[in-house]
């Protein structure tokens, strides 16, 4: 029966794919960014409606939720639901793509392959509407924005999308080139696979001067590239070298001419690691080392930590679950393999959300087209033969998993 399923939702997925391709180009010709994402919304929403599913939209800012309920054996108490996660914002790219379907939004482009995110999910909702009668459950598919910031998982959870009727599993994915997973292939690892994500912020205040009389100032700028070499002590010399860690300064401005020393300075960064305990001491370690710092050279700092993603973590037993429905899924399909990943990636995803609250996975699709390019690139684009894949992956994890 197993692989039977998994031949008719590879099947019924091809038969979709024109379709989804369609949804696809029509999402990136006209990509929405951050939590500003109504036209987007409404797209979705009015294919769900199309579908016959339950819709709600508004759910946490614009996020759209569609609930599907399967008839097969109906009016069981205990039914159970599984939700199926797709991000719908693009970034604040100019696309260089030169695609017929590029965008049409000046200084927007869907770089990092939500646009295939949502087209597989609606083709999966597509799927499953289709065998309502096979289905012995609900089936919840959530379109989140503001995933590449500033985050909309947590806005839609405390709005009630893992409630009414109560989530108990959830599934994504991420398709694109970066994780050396194979075209048509899966890759997955059980436990903390990606991240977590968060953004601080340092101001340096010093006391400017001319750029000739250096003994008369507190040069905040020096002072401000001593703390971003200091940071790196944190990584090597404060922390467990089994336990993963970045701290990246990503910008620094200070200054106005090239003769005056300057009074302040600014830096913005991001820390990444995979265990919680040390992240919740990276704020007060980084304020150490930047304040220590700038009181040594007679400076006054100022430090502020942005919590952003928590780490992401798959549930084994669902991760398990789902590499077996992989596995049927890729044989039907005529190929690809499902890999566990030998290591987690430093990138965050704020499915993790999800993740602390129910047990699922998040899963990577490779879809690295013919001439690649890396994700946030203004010519980064997906190999679109891999969407109905997706569509069938999903489709088919969240029947089966109802299934028991």
Same mark, same amino acid.
């Given at each position: 029966?197993?692989?039977l399923?998994?031949?008719?939702?590879?099947g019924?997925?091809?038969?979709l794919?024109?379709?989804?391709v369609?949804?696809?180009r029509?999402?990136?010709?006209?990509p929405?960014?951050?939590?500003?994402t109504p036209?987007t919304?409404?797209?979705?929403?009015?294919?769900?409606?199309?579908?016959?599913?339950e819709?709600r939209?508004?759910?946490?800012?614009?996020?759209?939720?569609?609930?599907?309920r399967?008839?097969?054996e109906?009016?069981?108490?205990?039914?159970?639901?599984?939700?199926?996660r797709?991000d719908?914002?693009?970034?604040?790219?100019q696309?260089?793509?030169?695609? +017929?379907?590029?965008? /049409?939004?000046? $200084?927007?482009?869907? #770089?990092?392959? *939500?646009?295939?995110h949502? @087209?597989?999910?609606?083709g999966?909702a597509?799927?499953?509407?289709?065998?309502?009668d096979?289905?012995?459950?609900?089936?919840?598919?959530i379109?989140?924005?503001?995933?590449?910031?500033?985050?909309g998982?947590?806005?839609?959870?405390?709005?009630?999308?893992?409630?009414?009727?109560?989530?108990?599993?959830?599934?994504?994915?991420?398709?694109?080139?970066?994780?050396n997973?194979?075209?048509?292939?899966?890759?997955?690892?059980?436990?903390?696979?990606?991240?977590?994500?968060?953004?601080? +912020?340092?101001l340096? /205040?010093?006391? $400017?001067?001319?750029? #000739?009389?250096? *003994?008369?100032?507190?040069? @905040?700028l020096?002072?401000?590239?001593?703390?971003?070499?200091a940071?790196?002590?944190?990584?090597s010399?404060?922390?467990n070298?089994?336990s993963?860690i970045?701290?990246?300064?990503?910008?620094?401005?200070?200054?106005s001419a090239?003769?005056?020393?300057?009074?302040?300075?600014?830096?913005?960064?991001?820390?990444?690691?995979?265990?919680?305990a040390?992240?919740?001491?990276?704020?007060?370690?980084?304020?150490?080392v930047?304040?220590?710092?700038?009181?040594?050279?007679g400076?006054?700092? +100022?430090?502020?930590y942005?919590?952003?993603?928590?780490?992401?973590?798959?549930?084994?037993?669902f991760?398990?679950?789902?590499?077996?429905?992989?596995?049927?899924v890729?044989?039907?399909?005529?190929g690809?393999?499902?890999?566990?990943?030998?290591?987690?990636?430093?990138?965050?995803?704020?499915?993790?959300?999800?993740?602390?609250e129910?047990?699922?996975?998040?899963?990577?699709?490779?879809?690295?087209?013919?001439?690649?390019?890396?994700h946030?690139?203004?010519k980064?684009?997906?190999?679109e033969?891999?969407?109905?894949?997706?569509?069938?992956?999903?489709?088919?994890?969240?029947?089966?998993w109802? +299934?028991?």
């Amino acid at each position: 029966m197993s692989t039977l399923g998994a031949r008719r939702a590879i099947g019924m997925a091809m038969e979709l794919a024109k379709d989804i391709v369609e949804w696809r180009r029509h999402l990136h010709a006209h990509p929405e960014t951050g939590a500003e994402t109504p036209e987007t919304a409404a797209y979705v929403a009015g294919i769900l409606r199309g579908l016959g599913l339950e819709v709600r939209t508004g759910v946490g800012g614009y996020g759209v939720v569609g609930l599907l309920r399967g008839t097969a054996e109906s009016g069981r108490s205990d039914s159970r639901t599984i939700a199926v996660r797709a991000d719908m914002d693009a970034l604040n790219v100019q696309e260089e793509t030169g695609l +017929e379907f590029a965008s /049409k939004m000046p $200084g927007r482009m869907h #770089a990092c392959g *939500h646009d295939g995110h949502v @087209a597989m999910a609606l083709g999966a909702a597509t799927i499953l509407s289709r065998m309502k009668d096979d289905v012995r459950g609900n089936v919840k598919f959530i379109f989140q924005p503001a995933e590449e910031g500033p985050g909309g998982a947590k806005p839609m959870i405390e709005d009630g999308v893992l409630r009414d009727p109560r989530v108990d599993a959830i599934i994504g994915l991420h398709m694109g080139c970066i994780w050396n997973v194979p075209t048509g292939s899966v890759g997955v690892r059980p436990g903390a696979m990606m991240a977590a994500m968060d953004r601080f +912020e340092v101001l340096v /205040k010093g006391k $400017g001067g001319h750029g #000739a009389m250096p *003994h008369q100032t507190c040069d @905040a700028l020096y002072v401000g590239a001593q703390i971003v070499s200091a940071l790196q002590g944190i990584v090597s010399r404060r922390t467990n070298p089994l336990s993963p860690i970045v701290i990246t300064v990503g910008q620094f401005h200070s200054g106005s001419a090239f003769n005056i020393i300057p009074g302040t300075a600014w830096l913005e960064g991001t820390t990444r690691c995979l265990d919680e305990a040390l992240r919740a001491r990276l704020p007060e370690m980084i304020r150490e080392v930047a304040q220590g710092v700038a009181a040594t050279m007679g400076a006054e700092c +100022e430090v502020t930590y942005h919590w952003g993603y928590p780490v992401l973590i798959n549930d084994r037993g669902f991760t398990d679950f789902f590499s077996n429905v992989a596995r049927d899924v890729l044989e039907a399909a005529g190929g690809g393999t499902v890999q566990e990943l030998p290591e987690p990636t430093m990138g965050g995803e704020d499915m993790a959300y999800y993740l602390r609250e129910v047990p699922g996975a998040f899963f990577f699709l490779g879809s690295r087209p013919e001439v690649a390019y890396p994700h946030h690139n203004p010519k980064f684009d997906i190999d679109e033969s891999t969407l109905p894949l997706g569509a069938a992956l999903l489709a088919e994890a969240a029947r089966r998993w109802l +299934e028991g």
